[in-house]
């Protein structure tokens, strides 16, 4: 028997904390870190007697999040219980949502050309349908995407954070039980561990775009469980392989090594033991990063072992019409659509629009100098290429800039009329940076405007080609170089005033003569 050929088939659970105020269920502060056990009530640690209540704010964000992912916003929802006994879920059960979840029938569309070369249309990994025979190949604005599917979005709360110290103990900080979370699960549309890093990010983006969460893996509140398993050919049959869900992959890189692993060890483990797919059974694993391998850690056999319920102690609830128009206006033009605008209104290429995207705030800021300035392009470069550097040197974001958008189109503008010289930009912009000030006010101040006045530097042109007749005796022996050096003592004896494109063509007039 041999194996013809093979292929990976994943598909996400992400869930990712939201940025409420409050608690899903409680008014306890909803925030990152500080002691443990401080921010906690009888409410989220389920104490007898103690009645949970939803918090509206919660509600709104899932809403936002599923517009912001094309899904279907229930008009009615409820509540469940989700039983299952680790020492991180203080009741005992996790309030969730199973048969009735907020939102259903989502999409996100991820750009071809974020997908290695092989997997990108007319590659020989590229798939044009996806595993129920739909074509998943989208186009939009003359660029491609491959289309993911997301099942629901559906509302739970967060459980405690397990604190595994040195030595022999582990510890339950509680400060994280009841959170607010929201779960993405898509359909299991991904073929590579790539795609899956790649959908990751994008959701990661787009969540952050509308502001639902902070979506910091590092911090644990945005986390993913892939759930991996093969198709192999073998002697022209097809067999499925048991399911394997990787839990709580918390970066990029971790999502890409896991599931390549994974599949790796599945297919060994194919060819040992012929073990197929069984639906409703599934092997949950742990990945260790620094044995660089996948543990299981349980096996899971259906949602009958959760013991579902409907929570009694939360009324099934309408989703107005009000809520769900309010949650679509929240979202707005989401990132790949503003990068295709710009790529059409600013003529931009793929990196200035991806780096001028990458956070909203950058993009408003962008987008309010250019709306201020003649030449939004050369808005666009002042920012990649001159503000962006200090930004990350300094590691700061943009709203922690002292400066404002009218500062840089000011700047722009000085520079698309001539006024002053490209070398001088980066001294203006220096200068306004460490003092405030406006730029025309820092050009006036020391005297930097360019003399643009034709006869002027027709009269400095003449001196230099008078004062330097061995570099007109190498001109006319045939050394076109020394254009270069004249150019740069008529800018030394204009004290670098002189207009450059002005003086070039008056230089080369009179070369020409010669």
């Known amino acids: 028997m041999a194996i013809d050929k093979w292929e990976i088939v994943i598909g996400c659970e992400i869930h990712t904390q939201l940025l409420t105020k409050t608690k899903a269920f409680?008014?306890?502060e909803n925030r990152?870190?500080?002691?443990?056990?401080?921010?906690?009530?009888?409410v989220c640690l389920g104490l007898p007697g103690a009645m949970p209540r939803i918090s509206k704010g919660y509600v709104e964000l899932g809403a936002v999040a599923g517009q912001a992912l094309n899904c279907h916003i229930a008009r009615f929802t409820k509540f469940d219980r989700k039983h299952y006994f680790y020492p991180d879920l203080a009741k005992g059960y996790q309030i969730t949502q199973y048969d009735i979840p907020l939102c259903t029938n989502g999409y996100v569309d991820l750009p071809f050309r974020s997908f290695p070369k092989d997997e990108q249309p007319g590659g020989a990994k590229c798939r044009e349908k996806n595993f129920i025979g739909e074509n998943c190949i989208v186009e939009s604005s003359g660029s491609k995407y491959r289309r993911v599917r997301v099942e629901r979005i559906h509302l739970e709360e967060d459980?405690?954070?397990?604190?595994?110290?040195?030595?022999?103990h582990s510890y339950i900080d509680y400060n994280r039980c009841g959170t607010p979370l929201i779960e993405i699960v898509t359909k299991p549309d991904m073929t590579s561990p790539e795609e899956a890093a790649l959908f990751m990010q994008t959701v990661q983006e787009i969540l952050r775009y509308v502001k639902v969460t902070n979506g910091n893996l590092e911090e644990g509140n945005m986390r993913c469980d892939a759930n991996i398993n093969l198709n192999v050919w073998e002697?022209?049959?097809?067999?499925?392989?048991?399911?394997?869900?990787?839990?709580?992959?918390?970066?990029f890189k971790a999502i890409r090594e896991a599931c390549t692993y994974e599949a790796q060890r599945q297919l060994k483990e194919f060819q040992e033991d012929r073990q197929e797919f069984n639906p409703g059974f599934k092997v949950t694993m742990g990945w260790d990063e620094e044995k660089g391998q996948t543990?299981?850690?349980r096996t899971k056999n259906s949602f009958v072992d959760y013991r579902f319920v409907v929570e009694p102690d939360i009324k099934p609830f309408s989703v107005s019409e009000e809520?769900?128009?309010t949650a679509l206006e929240k979202v707005g033009e989401l990132p790949e659509a503003k990068r295709q605008r710009y790529k059409k209104d600013y003529g931009m290429t793929d990196f200035d629009v991806e780096t001028l995207t990458s956070t909203k705030d950058l993009a408003m800021w962008f987008e309010e100098a250019a709306s201020k300035a003649k030449n939004p392009k050369k808005v666009a470069n002042l920012i990649l290429a001159e503000l962006l550097a200090v930004v990350n040197e300094n590691k700061q974001t943009i709203n922690d800039v002292a400066i404002t958008p009218a500062h840089i189109a000011q700047l722009a503008d000085a520079l698309e009329d001539g006024k002053?010289?490209?070398?001088?930009?980066?001294?203006?912009?220096?200068e306004m940076l460490s003092t405030n000030k406006m730029p025309l006010d820092i050009i006036k101040e020391k005297g930097m405007e360019v003399v643009s006045d034709s006869g002027e530097i027709d009269k400095i042109v003449q001196d230099v080609i008078a004062a330097n007749p061995k570099a007109v005796e190498d001109f006319k022996g045939g050394k076109t170089n020394v254009v270069g050096w004249l150019m740069g003592q008529v800018m030394k004896m204009s004290k670098g005033k002189a207009n450059p494109k002005q003086a070039t063509e008056i230089l080369n007039k009179y070369l020409s003569q010669l």
């Open 26 to 28: 409680c008014a306890c």
């Open 32 to 42: 990152y870190g500080g002691m443990p056990d401080t921010r906690v009530c009888p």
């Open 159 to 168: 459980v405690g954070k397990s604190l595994h110290l040195q030595g022999a």
């Open 235 to 251: 002697d022209g049959k097809l067999y499925h392989t048991p399911i394997s869900e990787i839990k709580n992959l918390n970066s």
């Open 295 to 297: 543990v299981v850690q």
């Open 323 to 325: 809520l769900i128009s």
């Open 420 to 430: 002053i010289t490209s070398k001088q930009g980066k001294e203006v912009f220096a």
